[in-house]
Structures are given as C-alpha cells and as structure tokens.
C-alpha cells in the first residue's frame, strides 16, 4: 500500500533526523541559536502531538479490538505502550475531542 509506505518512510526520516539531532554538540552553539532551536524543537513537537492524536483517534474509532478479546481500546494501549489504563484512557479522549485540522 502506497499511503503505508510512504507513512513509514516519512517516519525513517524523523527516527534517523532525531538520531543526527542527539549527537550534535549542543553546547557549541551561540545562546541565540540555541533559543531558536528550542522553538523550532517545541513546534515540531506540537506537529507530533496533533499527527499522534489525529493517529490515535483514526484506530479507536475503527473496528474493536477483537484480536484482544473483550480488551477496551484503553486495556490494549496501556499493554501495547506500557502506561497505565488511566493514561491511555486520557490519550483516547483527549484524541476523540481534538477537532481535526488540516495541514
């Protein structure tokens, strides 16, 4: 599936740029440029959040968890995630009342 392939893609190369970001020596650079990538660091971070809510309310909102059995979506994504059924529930709602925007 083409849309699959290039989501997954897409994600290589924020997986192998996060990678190139952790191994840059910080430190190096002037007080100004660092202030100005912690906000371009805080906007993609915002970017992530709505693409993850927008991914999370697209799965709840699709067919039930059979494979799991009787599992609510909250039972399966605290298993899958490792958090608790209280966050996950919290993920879920707050997915479920995010309007959704275009990019």
Do not use: C, Y
Not at 53 to 61: A, D, E, F, G
């Amino acid at each position: 599936m083409s849309t699959n392939n290039d989501i997954l893609s897409a994600l290589d190369g924020i997986e192998e740029g996060l990678r190139t970001l952790a191994r840059q020596p910080l430190e190096q650079l002037r007080p100004v440029d660092q202030r100005a990538l912690l906000l371009r660091v805080e906007e993609a971070e915002k970017q992530m959040a709505v693409f993850d809510r927008r991914l999370l309310r697209t799965l709840v909102t699709g067919p039930k968890p059979v494979q799991f059995g009787d599992s609510s979506w909250a039972d399966v994504l605290a298993r899958r995630l490792r958090i608790s059924v209280g966050e996950a529930q919290r993920r879920i709602t707050e997915a479920l009342h995010d309007e959704p925007r275009s990019a």
